[in-house]
């Protein structure tokens, strides 16, 4: 029985429909911990006992002061410091996940501290999230921290971004002080190209809207305020229910793309008695599916594709099936987990790529790519590290870093190497040729890790760039 | 710039909308996908399974995700010796049915031959770190698959899905690797583990309704039934062999249900009339008390208790 169609009356707030993913991002003391705080609160997703322990920890810390009651006698932020470090510094040192529900969506937050290793946490939160909110203290305005999130959010092409300018109670509600804060944003948005002309596609920014919050006291959190009447636009939360998640952009947009994760073969020679308990070994004596999650797009039974294994020529063959859990399904998109029979017989395996026929390149052993330099050991040319892209990991050669950009300026300086927090561009030669696809036109195809071969850490996030010569959008020079 | 949704992108969510997977069908494919991965990258991997209705959507999961072919891992349980008996017999009997290999790790044995010692307040989940490392260790297990959730506890917020142990076990929360796009790198060294979380993502919400949804059988403990129980530490503990009342505390016949299922010593009934599996999902979806903090008493030792125990190894 599906929960979807349970008649009981007053339970709809409790069956979503969608998951929405969204990240925070801010400097240090605007308030990020407080409002993500206040819309688990303000959302109901924070139950009695949470809340009288939180009570208990801000009263210990003197927090209110005397006679404070309700939210604004407890600290919202104790809310989300996980780690007994962060509660005692009274600050947030990893990316929290929090979770929360209203009648239209289920919400997985990323809550993105912003002060130590800001750029490694802004792109770990915003690689899978839909939307991300960047928060402003409205006191401050925007500064360099505010510059620098905008552009790694721009770079990794997070569908949309909204701006949250905080603390509008300290400065009186002003309207004078929102719109100059609103002026500078739109400025910097247009010098990075977020929020151009072409609204609805999937290749960059969409929107950018700017909203005056006080996450203390919950104005334009959850419900419109009256205490900005010059304001007449969307609550924060109205407009996170309401922004299309990046599947459903890109579902409609992109090709279908199926990195192989591994072949389900249960009568394999090494594997005899490996058919499923209660099956029919014999009927599933021949049954040989790709199982993989489709990262783009959406395929059908009958449809022409092309299977990619790095070194060879793309062969062409037919879907003849999807199964998923002993369903057949006559039509799969992304971001579902399925497996895939082929009409012909190929020799398939972990680290392949199916995808719609023709549509992808020549896979090569070139890589140019931005890259967000995640960790302390830095990068230097002529270094051997290893690429993940999709089920496939290779080693690589590290052939020159071509320049770091300058988060404050968005201009690319000359450099040799790069450093934690950088974000550069660089060359690598593999050591087997990969189906690269350029980042802004492919989020999941388009990324790979860095690794370090020594001790197995994840050094930077990768974004796949055209090859230099080829045609590249100006606009998107970082 | 600055306008919200122009009517283009309006069209684009309305025509979307169509084709989009409910937030428990995404979930179930981010959780299959992650299985998948851990099975091709890891040598040995294994399922911590304790009955408990966690670890029976993980191992319901992976049937789904291997199918026609059978679960291509063991199942590890690390019993406290204080297990509920039905919980027990449940376990038996879903590996008989899958055809599955059980690997048990006993705190008993380690408290009978002396490298354990029982706590004063007698409970044994804090205990279970020790057998666990050992079980790891001497079946070679490479990855082991966990059922904990981000929405448990605070310091399993921060956790990642796939979180790297050292020879110790031990967790370190302030140098994790950064978990980008639905790439997992699970590369560890000579000695060292890691665990995986493919439902980090889900809410004990999302657990009841897909239980429902699939149709799940769980232990009969977490619906509503008479149970002789007495109060402790503002919860209904059940009577039992590891779990006697002191002489002040009166015995009474209520009407409870489990929401977790631990160790007897330390975890509580509340009281509910939830009998059937849609009862429980209205429940747990009015409900102002979280899983743990009405049911785990290890959890209510200090606000760091999960943090200090997962440091060590635990689950």
Same mark, same amino acid.
């Given at each position: 029985m599906s929960t979807e169609t349970l008649p009981v009356p007053g339970l709809e707030a409790a069956l979503p429909t969608t998951l929405f993913r969204f990240a925070t991002a801010g400097s240090v003391d605007d308030g990020k911990s407080t409002l993500v705080g206040r819309l688990l609160h303000d959302s109901k997703a924070i139950l009695a006992d949470t809340l009288d322990a939180v009570a208990r920890t801000s009263a210990d810390r003197g927090f209110g002061g005397a006679g404070a009651t309700g939210t604004k006698a407890i600290d919202l932020a104790l809310l989300t410091d996980g780690l007994r470090a962060e509660r005692e510094q009274g600050i947030t040192?990893?990316?929290?996940? &929090?979770?929360?529900?209203?009648?239209?969506?289920?919400?997985?937050?990323?809550?993105?501290?912003?002060?130590?290793?800001?750029?490694?946490?802004?792109?770990?939160?915003?690689?899978? %999230?839909?939307?991300?909110?960047v928060l402003i203290d409205a006191r401050k305005g925007v500064l360099e921290q505010t510059r620098r999130h905008l552009s790694v959010l721009q770079l990794l092409r997070v569908a949309h971004v909204i701006v949250a300018v905080n603390k509008i109670d300290l400065v009186d509600f002003s309207e004078s002080v929102f719109r100059e804060i609103q002026a500078d944003v739109q400025k910097v948005a247009r010098e990075l190209g977020i929020g151009s002309a072409e609204l609805g596609t999937a290749d960059h920014i969409d929107d950018l809207l700017v909203i005056p919050v006080s996450a203390l006291d919950g104005d334009n959190v959850v419900d419109r305020?009256?205490?900005?009447?010059?304001?007449?636009?969307?609550?924060?939360?109205?407009?996170?229910?309401?922004?299309?998640?990046?599947?459903?952009?890109?579902?409609?947009?992109?090709?279908? &793309?199926?990195?192989?994760?591994?072949?389900?073969?249960?009568?394999?020679?090494?594997?005899?008695?490996?058919?499923?308990?209660?099956?029919? /070994?014999?009927?599933? &004596?021949?049954?040989?599916?790709?199982?993989?999650?489709?990262?783009?797009?959406? /395929?059908?039974?009958?449809?022409?594709?092309?299977?990619?294994?790095?070194?060879? %020529?793309?062969?062409?063959?037919?879907?003849?099936?999807?199964?998923?859990?002993?369903?057949?399904?006559?039509? %799969?998109?992304?971001?579902?987990?399925?497996?895939?029979?082929?009409?012909?017989?190929?020799?398939?395996?972990?680290?392949?790529?199916?995808? %719609?026929?023709?549509?992808?390149?020549?896979?090569?052993?070139?890589?140019?790519?931005?890259?967000?330099?995640?960790?302390?050991k830095p990068l230097r040319e002529g270094a051997k590290v290893l690429v993940k892209h999709g089920t496939r990991t290779v080693q690589a050669l590290v052939r020159s870093v071509s320049g770091k950009l300058d988060l404050a300026t968005f201009k690319l300086e000359g450099a040799s190497s790069l450093e934690l927090n950088d974000i550069g561009h660089a060359q690598l030669r593999l050591a087997a040729p990969l189906p690269l696809e350029n980042y802004l036109h492919h989020r999941r195809t388009g990324a790979f890790l860095v690794i370090d071969p020594q001790d197995g850490n994840t050094l930077a996030a990768g974004l796949v760039k055209d090859h230099p010569g080829d045609h590249e959008d100006e606009r998107y020079s970082i | 710039?600055?306008?919200?949704?122009?009517?283009?992108?309006?069209?684009?969510?309305?025509?979307?909308?169509?084709?989009?997977?409910?937030?428990?069908?995404?979930?179930?494919?981010?959780?299959?996908?992650?299985?998948?991965?851990?099975?091709?990258?890891?040598?040995?991997?294994?399922?911590?399974?304790?009955?408990?209705?966690? +670890?029976?959507?993980?191992?319901?999961?992976?049937?789904?995700?291997?199918?026609?072919?059978?679960?291509?891992?063991?199942?590890?349980?690390?019993?406290?010796?204080?297990?509920?008996?039905?919980?027990?017999?449940?376990?038996?009997?879903?590996?008989?049915?899958?055809?599955?290999?059980?690997?048990?790790?006993?705190?008993?044995?380690?408290?009978?031959?002396?490298?354990?010692?029982?706590?004063?307040?007698?409970?044994?989940?804090?205990?279970?770190?020790?057998?666990?490392?050992?079980?790891?260790?001497?079946?070679?297990?490479?990855?082991?698959?966990?059922?904990?959730?981000?929405?448990?506890?605070?310091?399993?917020?921060?956790?990642?899905?796939?979180?790297?142990?050292?020879?110790?076990g031990q967790w370190d929360p302030r140098n994790q690797r950064?978990?980008?796009?639905?790439?997992?790198?699970?590369?560890?060294?000579?000695?060292?583990?890691?665990?995986?979380?493919?439902?980090s993502n889900w809410t004990e919400?999302?657990?009841?309704?897909?239980?429902?949804?699939?149709?799940?059988?769980?232990?009969?403990?977490?619906?509503?039934?008479?149970?002789?129980?007495?109060?402790?530490?503002?919860?209904?503990?059940?009577?039992?062999?590891? +779990?006697?009342?002191?002489?002040?505390?009166?015995?009474?016949?209520?009407?409870?249900?489990?929401?977790?299922?631990?160790?007897?010593?330390?975890?509580?009934?509340?009281?509910?009339?939830?009998?059937?599996?849609?009862?429980?999902?209205?429940e747990v979806a009015a409900s102002t008390i979280t899983e743990r903090g009405a049911t785990r008493a290890d959890d209510r030792i200090s606000e760091a208790a999960m943090e200090d125990r997962k440091k060590d190894g635990y689950f």
């Open positions: 040192i990893d990316v929290a996940y &929090r979770y929360f529900a209203t009648d239209r969506r289920s919400f997985i937050l990323a809550d993105c501290p912003g002060h130590v290793q800001y750029t490694k946490n802004t792109v770990t939160g915003a690689s899978t %999230a839909d939307a991300v909110v305020s009256e205490r900005t009447p010059w304001y007449d636009g969307p609550a924060l939360l109205e407009v996170l229910e309401t922004l299309p998640a990046a599947d459903e952009i890109d579902t409609q947009l992109e090709s279908f &793309r199926f990195p192989v994760q591994l072949v389900i073969r249960p009568q394999g020679a090494l594997a005899p008695d490996a058919v499923a308990a209660g099956l029919d /070994v014999e009927a599933y &004596r021949d049954y040989r599916a790709y199982a993989g999650q489709i990262t783009e797009g959406s /395929v059908k039974v009958g449809d022409k594709v092309s299977v990619l294994t790095p070194g060879q %020529a793309a062969r062409t063959t037919t879907v003849v099936g999807i199964d998923f859990a002993g369903e057949s399904l006559e039509e %799969a998109f992304a971001p579902q987990s399925v497996a895939i029979r082929l009409a012909e017989e190929f020799d398939v395996a972990r680290g392949d790529t199916i995808a %719609a026929a023709g549509t992808v390149r020549e896979s090569s052993a070139d890589l140019y790519a931005a890259l967000c330099w995640l960790s302390p | 710039m600055s306008t919200f949704l122009t009517e283009e992108t309006t069209q684009v969510t309305e025509a979307a909308v169509s084709t989009r997977l409910s937030s428990l069908d995404a979930l179930e494919s981010e959780a299959i996908h992650i299985i998948r991965e851990v099975v091709a990258e890891f040598e040995k991997p294994a399922l911590l399974f304790s009955g408990g209705k966690d +670890s029976v959507v993980m191992l319901h999961l992976a049937t789904k995700a291997f199918w026609p072919g059978k679960v291509p891992f063991p199942v590890l349980h690390v019993d406290t010796g204080h297990n509920f008996p039905e919980v027990i017999d449940f376990r038996d009997r879903t590996v008989e049915r899958l055809g599955l290999k059980l690997v048990v790790g006993s705190v008993q044995e380690f408290i009978d031959s002396g490298e354990l010692a029982e706590r004063a307040d007698g409970t044994r989940n804090p205990l279970q770190t020790v057998p666990l490392l050992d079980a790891i260790t001497r079946n070679k297990f490479d990855a082991v698959f966990g059922g904990g959730r981000r929405d448990e506890d605070k310091a399993r917020a921060k956790e990642r899905i796939l979180s790297l142990r050292d020879e110790f950064p978990e980008l796009w639905n790439l997992y790198n699970g590369r560890h060294t000579v000695g060292q583990h890691v665990r995986a979380f493919p439902i919400l999302d657990i009841w309704r897909y239980i429902e949804r699939e149709n799940i059988e769980l232990p009969g403990l977490y619906y509503a039934h008479d149970r002789e129980v007495f109060a402790r530490d503002g919860m209904w503990r059940a009577v039992g062999e590891v +779990s006697q009342p002191l002489p002040h505390e009166e015995v009474i016949t209520k009407t409870v249900r489990y929401r977790t299922v631990g160790d007897m010593s330390c975890t509580g009934a509340v009281e509910s009339d939830a009998a059937t599996v849609s009862d429980v999902v209205i």
